[in-house]
T-cell receptor
Framework: NAGVTQTPKFRVLKTGQSMTLLCAQD?????MYWYRQDPGMGLRLIHY???????AKGEVPDGYNVSRLKKQNFLLGLESAAPSQTSVYFC??????????????FGPGTRLTVL | AQSVTQLGSHVSVSEGALVLLRCNYS??????LFWYVQYPNQGLQLLLK??????LVKGINGFEAEFKKSETSFHLTKPSAHMSDAAEYFC????????????FGTGTRLLVSP
């Protein structure tokens, strides 16, 4: 099993450009998440999905959109990148256990720089 | 609202010394708590989690954590540090509100010197 994979690993954008980050998992997990990690701030949830075809906003959703057309994939889009979106982006997935004890499995991250 | 506080953004120890990373939580309901480790240029990996089955939780790589309700703490320890333990460690509290939300602390970077 590859677990959770993310592409690309690195990307540099200019302000106003758009891009899509791809997350894929092969564990048949229902839930998927996108986080951003900034120095001194831990990880913050951008968007999440509780199943194929469903998405919802997390705590910092502005400037991002997501789609979950296939169960194994979760895409994060930036329509018009801003320097404030310079960050490391992590995708995670978990089983559909409906409680708070589930383990989230993380991808290796995408380092995005917006100039 | 649930939250966690990690005291000390950096902790330095010598190889072979005790590792103690502090985490205090705030929760209005019985908490479920996690410790994750992030090695350089990698994603987060679960070290251990508290799910109310036992207050002393053993994880991977010789780490353990003890849940202390009276102190609202879930500190991470390891008796003897190895160079390979150098990484960033995150404490998180889990909340279920239709989905599992992990609220992370700001992280503690562990530095291990020879």
């Amino acid at each position: 099993n590859a677990g959770v994979t993310q592409t690309p690993k690195f990307r540099v954008l200019k302000t106003g450009q758009s891009m899509t980050l791809l997350c894929a998992q092969d564990m048949n997990h229902e839930y998927m998440y996108w986080y951003r990690q900034d120095p001194g701030m831990g990880l913050r949830l951008i968007h999440y999905s509780v199943g194929e075809g469903t998405t919802a906003k997390g705590e910092v959703p502005d400037g991002y959109n997501v789609s979950r057309l296939k169960k194994q994939n979760f895409l994060l889009g930036l329509e018009s990148a801003a320097p404030s979106q310079t960050s490391v982006y992590f995708c995670a997935s978990s089983f559909s256990r409906q409680d708070s004890t589930d383990t989230q499995y993380f991808g290796p991250g995408t380092r995005l720089t917006v100039l | 609202a649930q939250s966690v506080t990690q005291l000390g953004s950096h902790v330095s120890v010598s190889e072979g010394a005790l590792v103690l990373l502090r985490c205090n939580y705030s929760s209005s309901v019985p908490p479920y708590l996690f410790w994750y480790v992030q090695y350089p240029n990698q994603g987060l990996q679960l070290l251990l989690k508290y799910t109310s089955a036992a207050t002393l939780v053993k994880g991977i790589n010789g780490f353990e954590a003890e849940f202390k309700k009276s102190e609202t703490s879930f500190h991470l320890t390891k008796p003897s540090a190895h160079m390979s333990d150098a990484a960033e460690y995150f404490c998180a509290v889990s909340v279920y509100t239709g989905f599992q939300k992990l609220v992370f602390g700001t992280g503690t970077r562990l530095l291990v010197s020879p």
